[in-house]
T-cell receptor, first 113, second 113 residues
Framework: DQQVKQNSPSLSVQEGRISILNCDYT??????FLWYKKYPAEGPTFLIS?????DKNEDGRFTVFLNKSAKHLSLHIVPSQPGDSAVYFC????????????FGTGTRLTIIP | ETGVTQTPRHLVMGMTNKKSLKCEQH?????MYWYKQSAKKPLELMFV???????ENNSVPSRFSPECPNSSHLFLHLHTLQPEDSALYLC????????????FGSGTQLSVL
């Protein structure tokens, strides 16, 4: 039973437009959420996080939104750049990060020049 | 060398072989992890070491045997694997076991014939 779901395996977005990656979770005990980015032949790298006491966290072009009632979070990238083409993993944990991470299956984002 | 280094990058082995995966982190972290990534599946946590002590074994078959001689090095010894064990094996580290930010290596792509 997957507790963290990324239902879109892939997404293509025109350069300069907004990319929106979605993630749903089922475990109401999750209270800390992270996005990781993975390029081919490299390990995932941390991108941005949000705790359940917030509903939005912004870092440059990247913004994560959390809707606790819907158990849904999303990552917005604006404007999208070719270097953003990668696989994005959503992850969640409980106790504000003090429990092990549960990952989603990832969404492959392709930015079209 | 910086970050988390994994060797080898690729490994092909027969079901009767014995091989080892190596991970080294140069970040001064105290926790190290082995993850498995199979195609179209979420990253699966296998083992966690905190200050060289194993703190989690996520129901991993005994044909996978981890070893952590110190906080900077982590090994995964492989013995009589099955073809379904073919996957990307990722090592990660974090400052402590409360792992809101994991730093991953590039992984070892393992093929079991």
């Amino acid at each position: 039973d997957q507790q963290v779901k990324q239902n879109s395996p892939s997404l293509s977005v025109q350069e300069g437009r907004i990319s929106i990656l979605n993630c749903d979770y089922t475990n109401s005990m999750f209270d800390y959420f992270l996005w990781y980015k993975k390029y081919p032949a490299e390990g995932p790298t941390f991108l941005i996080s949000i705790s359940s006491i917030k509903d939005k966290n912004e870092d440059g072009r990247f913004t994560v939104f959390l809707n606790k009632s819907a158990k849904h979070l999303s990552l917005h990238i604006v404007p999208s750049q070719p270097g953003d083409s990668a696989v994005y993993f959503c992850a969640a944990s409980g106790l504000f990060g003090n429990e092990k991470l549960t990952f989603g299956t990832g969404t492959r984002l392709t930015i079209i020049p | 060398e910086t970050g988390v280094t994994q060797t080898p990058r690729h490994l092909v082995m027969g079901m009767t072989n014995k091989k080892s995966l190596k991970c080294e982190q140069h970040l001064g972290h105290n926790a190290m992890y082995w993850y498995k990534q199979s195609a179209k599946k979420p990253l699966e946590l296998m083992f966690v070491y905190n200050f060289k002590e194993q703190t989690e074994n996520n129901s991993v078959p005994s044909r996978f045997s981890p070893e952590c001689p110190n906080s900077s090095h982590l090994f995964l010894h492989l013995h009589t694997l099955q073809p379904e064990d073919s996957a990307l094996y990722l090592c990660a580290s974090s400052q402590t076991e409360s792992n809101e930010k994991l730093f991953f290596g590039s992984g070892t792509q393992l093929s079991v014939l």
